[in-house]
């Protein structure tokens, strides 16, 4: 076994297009241009989802075939010769060499939590074009680009951890304050992910059984996968799916038998329920419950979003939302307050860019990959996956009513409790819609009530209802409304537990610098305590959460967003850092342009949440409107009593002071990153270069999700299969003196 510190030079190889590959490519470029330029300059008249499916798609075809394999072997240099830590250092519990088939379904089910589904459906009050220009061009540009490049450079760097890595390559000012402000970060976003989950459970036992079935199927998936038949996908993956039906339709029967009471849980159960089982999940081996429940998950969920497409484009329903509404300009929207910027920016927090995403591509999935070549496909692909998933929850909110939309979004203190009062304030918003027809539209799907269903989820849930029946049949309404609960329950859920292994990891790293031996994440003593932390942190806002008179999704996804869209633009920043440092300057603006325009949009909307005088967007307006209440002895509604009033007082207390607290975080790491790469390029012998050494891979595998013939030569050569593997024969790791 030979190690070196310079690689052989590889890249893709570069082979004229052939005449068919330009006519298909121009074919996808004009459909493209065709559906963006009818978004873009209908007014008035009747537009087809159709339009929207044929321009996400077109972009998000262009871009990956063209932009991603750009970045990949001309920015990064991705080699394929060159060893994993999931090949270097596999332990069967973190570090585990998994298939790329296997591994893009669990990074992808482990990214796309409730973001892709909730945001835009919250930000569709403006319009159907801002948000859905923005979900395309900042997943290309933006999203993609932070997730793959994050997973290349974790890669690179043993897995390590987004904070980790910039404790090292910015330095102790800015890595200190990167280190609190990721970890802190992801403490919110899971907790406003389990809410979305929590809102969507509670009282559905056809649901909860649903999901709680997904559980002894991932494990007997990875078993099945480890013990029983090692290396056959394709026969576990028929099983799963099987087995996943099997559970969807026996909600149905469960919500409509004795046994519906024991599965329909409060809030309060589901959310201890919920701690139990993230804690669980995060200690077990990531071939036992973590990747097989992620990989059995993305079946769904693709499944589900290609029926979508399919649905669309036979059904072509009409956007009934207007292009732009005038509340993007006014910034008065019954669903949230503030104007199209920056607010759109961060209520669409993920399918255009996350920074959630940075976490799993620095936590679990770099410990997984096989090749650096497999990163374009798992990083910028599964990105790209998600940003469609957050065009079909637009084409859903979108195709409603509008009247019917903001009835289901907009709160009881504006609209009221009754579908007479409902309707009354959905005229005065400039919309028509009769109680008859918001009884029938509850009735259509079996829900007592949709008024002020808000989160997004059941909004969604009827859209997609709405497209469905319209090729099945209204008959089938009902089914699909709880089929899609469900849906996005499971999506949620998967980015849950993968995210609380993520911060047992950071939480690792960051004690690890007091204590070392926190550092090994497999050690139990310290998994088991970091794990504990961690999900007791987000369980305790997850708590404030379901207790909020103001409502818990309304009051925390703003800050989700904010949180989101920071820990994003800390991503890039260490990303540009590590582009300059590594002596690439010229293509530093791969991720340096993104990384501006996020930290602009995101530390604007950070100043308004915290030094607005308006109660509706203002953190500390809020706090003090109703701590003058309190002193009046007054008891304002939503609340219905002191306790409810103080409770608003503290929340709101908190989420200002973790708002602005998270600005100056990421402020201090951008200005530190500023000053290590003027640093760099002044003095390029100084510095330090913490990528682990070149070692020669023993493995084989193929890029791409399917093999290519020079591929699959290769792994006949080698006597593999088509999910490919180690050289038999061949060992490379710790045994062999392989440094990590």
């Known amino acids: 076994m030979s190690t070196t510190t310079a690689p052989p030079e590889t890249g893709a190889r570069r082979q004229p297009p052939s005449p068919q590959s330009i006519a298909i490519w121009a074919l996808v470029a004009i459909v493209g241009a065709i559906g963006w330029t009818v978004l873009a300059l209908s007014r008035g008249e009747e537009v087809s989802a159709a339009w929207m499916v044929a321009a996400a798609l077109g972009s998000y075809a262009i871009a990956y075939r063209f932009y991603s394999k750009f970045i990949t072997y001309k920015v990064l240099k991705a080699d394929k010769t060159r060893a994993t830590p999931a090949e270097l250092l596999d332990n069967g519990v973190d570090y585990h060499p998994t298939d790329r088939r296997v591994l893009l379904g669990h990074h992808f089910a482990a990214i796309s939590g409730a973001g ?6 919250l930000a569709a009050q403006m319009g159907y074009l801002p948000g859905t220009i923005w979900i395309v061009a900042g997943v290309i540009f933006a999203g993609a680009v932070q997730d793959m490049v994050v997973l290349f450079f974790s890669t690179r760097r043993g897995g390590r951890s987004l904070g980790q890595m910039a404790r090292e390559e910015i330095g102790p000012v800015g890595g200190v304050a990167a280190l609190c402000a990721v970890f802190a970060i992801m403490i919110i976003l ?4 389990a809410l979305v989950l929590i809102n969507a459970l509670a009282g559905s036992p056809w649901g909860t059984f649903s999901i709680g079935m997904t559980i002894p199927i991932a494990l007997l998936m990875g078993f099945y996968l480890r013990v029983i038949r090692p290396g056959r996908v394709a026969e576990v993956s028929l099983i799963g799916v099987g087995l996943l039906l099997l559970a969807l339709v026996g909600g149905k029967y469960v919500a409509d038998s004795s046994l519906a009471d024991t599965f329909t849980l409060s809030k309060e159960s589901l959310v201890i329920w919920l701690l139990v089982y993230s804690f669980i999940a995060s200690v077990l081996p990531v071939w036992m419950l973590l990747a097989p429940r992620d990989y059995l998950s993305t079946f769904m969920k693709m499944g589900t979003i290609v029926l979508l497409f399919i649905g669309v484009l036979v059904a072509a329903p009409a956007l009934q939302m207007d292009a732009v509404t005038d509340f993007a300009t006014a910034g008065t929207g019954p669903v949230f307050a503030g104007s199209l910027f920056p607010f759109v920016f961060i209520t669409i927090a993920c399918g255009a860019i996350s920074g959630f995403h940075s976490l799993i591509s620095s936590g679990t999935t770099p410990k997984m990959v096989e090749k650096e070549t497999q990163i374009r496909m798992i990083g910028y692909g599964s990105m790209l996956m998600e940003s469609s998933v957050a065009i079909m929850a637009m084409i859903a909110a979108c195709v409603l009513d509008p009247g019917l939309y903001f009835a289901m979004n907009s709160a009881p203190g504006v609209i009221g409790t009754t579908v007479d009062s409902a309707s009354q304030a959905i005229n005065g ?14 009735k259509a799907v079996e829900e007592p009530s949709l008024l002020s269903r808000t989160g997004g989820a059941p909004t969604f849930a009827v859209g997609v209802s709405e497209v469905f029946s319209q090729v099945t049949g209204n008959g089938l309404k009902a089914f699909w409304y709880h089929f899609a609960i469900m849906f996005e329950a499971l999506f949620i859920l998967t980015a849950i537990d993968a995210g609380t292994r993520v911060g047992r990891f950071m939480l690792q790293d960051t004690l690890g610098n007091i204590y070392k031996p926190l550092k090994q994440v497999s050690w139990w003593p310290g998994l088991l305590l970091t794990s504990a932390i961690t999900t007791g942190l987000w369980g305790y806002f997850l708590w404030t959460g379901v207790k909020d008179p103001l409502g818990g999704i309304n009051q925390l996804f703003p800050l989700f967003g904010i949180s989101n869209q920071l820990l994003g633009a800390v991503a890039l920043t260490v990303c540009t850092t590590l582009l300059i440092k590594s002596g690439r300057l010229k293509w530093a603006w791969v991720t340096g342009v993104p990384m501006v325009w996020v930290a602009v949009v995101t530390l604007t909307a950070s100043w308004q949440k915290v030094f607005s005088d308006d109660p509706r967007v203002g953190f500390f307006q809020q706090r003090d409107n109703a701590q003058a209440a309190i002193d009046a002895g007054k008891v304002v509604p939503p609340a219905t009593s002191k306790a409810d009033m103080e409770t608003i007082v503290t929340n709101t207390t908190v989420q200002g002071v973790l708002s602005a607290v998270f600005a100056i975080l990421v402020v201090i790491v951008i200005a530190d990153a500023a000053r290590v790469c003027i640093k760099a390029l002044r003095n390029p012998d100084t510095v330090v270069n913490h990528e682990e050494p ?5 493995y084989v595998a193929p ?8 591929e699959k030569a290769e792994l006949a050569a080698a006597g593999l299969g088509s999910g490919g593997g180690r050289i038999p024969g061949q060992r490379v790791g710790a045994e062999e003196g392989a440094t990590s």
């Open 116 to 121: 892709p589904l909730v945001g835009p459906v």
């Open 190 to 193: 899971l907790a406003v992910l």
């Open 429 to 442: 918003l400039g919309y028509s819609i009769t109680p008859d027809q918001l009884a029938a539209a509850a």
């Open 694 to 698: 070149y070692v020669e891979s023993k």
């Open 703 to 710: 890029a791409q999700l399917f093999a290519t013939k020079e």
